[in-house]
């Protein structure tokens, strides 16, 4: 029997891309990055209800300014560490992001 793996919402996406980019200037991203990683494999276990997992997202996000603000700051991280946007799909947080890089690449 194959299990279907649920994909996480663009909110747990955007906030896993940020702990990503940032893991590099500070450990405390390091740490929330392992932690946020960490709920999400037991929400694949069913050891943790994904309602448990969400809360656990948002109240991230709002710590670093919600989904906006933080899809902005890692679109903003990469363009300036490599001068482009280069993540492509048709979700949710690609399309978000891929609006903001055009619009951050436009005022350069």
């Known amino acids: 029997m194959k299990k279907i793996i649920e994909k996480p919402s663009p909110e747990a996406k955007a ?3 940020f702990l990503m980019a940032y893991k590099t200037k500070s450990p405390i991203y390091k740490d ?4 946020i990683n960490r709920l999400w ?8 209800s994904k309602s448990d ?3 656990a997202v948002q109240n991230m996000l709002t710590l670093y300014g ?5 899809v902005e700051k890692t679109v903003r ?3 300036e560490k490599t001068g482009e946007w280069k993540l492509q799909g048709d979700d949710k947080y690609c399309l978000d992001a891929k609006q903001i ?3 951050i ?3 350069k």
């Open 53 to 55: 997992y969400m809360e």
């Open 32 to 35: 929330k990055a392992r932690r």
């Open 101 to 103: 890089a055009d619009k």
């Open 66 to 70: 919600g989904y906006s603000e933080v």
């Open 41 to 48: 494999d037991l929400v694949k276990i069913d050891e943790l």
């Open 77 to 79: 991280f990469y363009i």
């Open 15 to 17: 906030l896993s891309l």
């Open 105 to 107: 690449l436009k005022q």
